[in-house]
Nanobody, 126 residues
């Protein structure tokens, strides 16, 4: 099995930056074969896609709401994927989840992702 553990959440103010980390374990030697993504879910709302990193060529894609502010990156040596979040605003407040899937194509649909972390809370105040 694959385990994902997120960290780095916290309480920040509008305009601040924050970096989330997600460490993948269980099948670390195959880290490069996993698509990785970040999703978020605010209270009373559905889980939504934030950013993804395709396996193989490392192609990245983002939700329109975070494009230009957030950046996803992976470190194969540490089996870790990061989400750098800049210029945060109150609408970014949510629980952020890391997700992984073996192979496949770029997808923003939560149901297409097999492995999930427990989530880390990000709260942005004005």
């Amino acid at each position: 099995q694959v385990q994902l553990v997120e960290s780095g959440g916290g309480m920040v103010q509008t305009g601040d930056s924050l970096t989330l980390s997600c460490t993948v374990s269980g099948r670390a030697p195959y880290f490069s074969r996993y698509g990785l993504a970040w999703f978020r879910q605010a209270p009373g709302k559905e889980r939504e896609f934030v950013a993804g990193s395709q396996w193989g060529d490392g192609h990245t894609w983002y939700a329109d709401s975070v494009k230009g502010r957030f950046s996803i990156d992976r470190d194969a040596a540490k089996s870790t994927v990061y989400l750098q979040m800049n210029n945060l605003n109150v609408e970014d407040t949510a629980t952020y989840y890391c997700a992984a899937r073996m192979g496949g194509t770029s997808t923003s649909t939560p149901n297409h992702w097999r492995y999930w972390g427990q989530g880390t809370q990000v709260t942005v105040s004005s």
